[in-house]
T-cell receptor, first 117, second 112 residues
Framework: SAVISQKPSRDICQRGTSLTIQCQVDSQVTMMFWYRQQPGQSLTLIATANQGSEATYESGFVIDKFPISRPNLTFSTLTVSNMSPEDSSIYLC??????????????FGPGTRLTVT | QKEVEQDPGPLSVPEGAIVSLNCTYSNSAFQYFMWYRQYSRKGPELLMYTYSSGNKEDGRFTAQVDKSSKYISLFIRDSQPSDSATYLCAMSDGGSSYKLIFGSGTRLLVRP
């Protein structure tokens, strides 16, 4: 498996502002994913980020609201833009198994707990 | 109807009990099945990863997949208070998106 860190671990933000969440992996991985986990609910995929290409967004999520960067094989950022209280959630990054090939096994970071007031 | 259904619990058992956690799904294209454990205020931790039907055992944990019934299970033997967590099932159809569909999670409490 991989060791994944996220920054910040938590934040309280005012509506209308933006927050960028960082995800760092200790080994090179092909695929990185961003999920949202709203209170009492399961994980919902926001987008898939591959190095060297545009992120692929799931239905209901758009690039203007959740811009993503993937500058190299160990790092990605997710920005939550123009925040509203409905964006209060835990944001998690995950990576596939770092074996040099893609896999359906995904390993998760510790999450970023966001509260929007 | 959700693609993956999971009883939210909570499920409360005494220490040492055998725990059975289950998920049902509607998409017959799912081929990869995973169980994650999530402690409070932590990210999900991958416990078991299986492909297609059958059983897989790892220590006290056994994962079962019955594709004909669209039903998967996770058994925990000799449950411990440290097993108290939320257990999430996840599935993939093996497509090029590598997307996982998660159940809503079952909260497990193992009483000392």
């Amino acid at each position: 498996s991989a060791v994944i860190s996220q920054k910040p671990s938590r934040d309280i933000c005012q509506r209308g502002t933006s927050l960028t969440i960082q995800c760092q992996v200790d080994s090179q991985v092909t695929m990185m994913f961003w999920y949202r986990q709203q209170p009492g609910q399961s994980l919902t995929l926001i987008a898939t980020a591959n190095q060297g290409s545009e992120a692929t967004y799931e239905s209901g999520f758009v690039i203007d609201k959740f811009p993503i960067s993937r500058p190299n094989l160990t790092f990605s950022t997710l920005t939550v833009s123009n925040m509203s209280p409905e964006d209060s959630s835990i944001y998690l990054c995950s990576v596939d198994r770092p074996t040099g090939g893609s896999s359906y096994e995904q390993y998760f970071g510790p999450g970023t707990r966001l509260t929007v007031t | 109807q959700k693609e993956v259904e999971q009883d939210p619990g909570p499920l409360s058992v005494p220490e040492g009990a055998i725990v059975s956690l289950n998920c049902t799904y509607s998409n017959s294209a799912f081929q990869y099945f995973m169980w994650y454990r999530q402690y409070s205020r932590k990210g999900p931790e991958l416990l078991m990863y299986t492909y297609s039907s059958g059983n897989k055992e790892d220590g006290r944990f056994t994962a079962q997949v019955d594709k004909s019934s669209k039903y998967i299970s996770l058994f925990i033997r000799d449950s411990q208070p440290s097993d108290s967590a939320t257990y999430l099932c996840a599935m993939s159809d093996g497509g090029s998106s590598y997307k996982l569909i998660f159940g809503s999670g079952t909260r497990l409490l193992v009483r000392p």
